[in-house]
């Protein structure tokens, strides 16, 4: 079982930054594709970038250029760099996981969900 635990998210004016960060915990073997969705009000949740096993990474065209999503394998830690956020960035961020447990069992986990919200 793998448990996902995410932080980092808050109030920030237009044009700041924030840093999400998702620590995955529990018996894993490896971490192979790491997103980060979001979900505002009345709104399906949409992939907002996703890292893959091998460096592959793929952005919504929403954040291009402002949002990255990089990885420390050493922890476990998946992190969101949000740059020059905008009010209609507004949602719950969530991260999610693929991942194959020491038992060799691939399933993929979601986090619990962190609120970023950005004031005009």
Known sequence: ????????GGLVQAGGSLRLSCVASGSIFSMNVMDWYR????????LVARFSRGGNTYYADSVKGRFTISTDNTKNTVYLQMNSLKPEDTAVYFCHVDATSTARVTTTYWGQGTQVTVSS
């Open 1 to 8: 079982q793998v448990q996902l635990v995410e932080s980092g």
């Open 39 to 46: 979900q505002s009000p009345g709104k399906q949740r949409e």
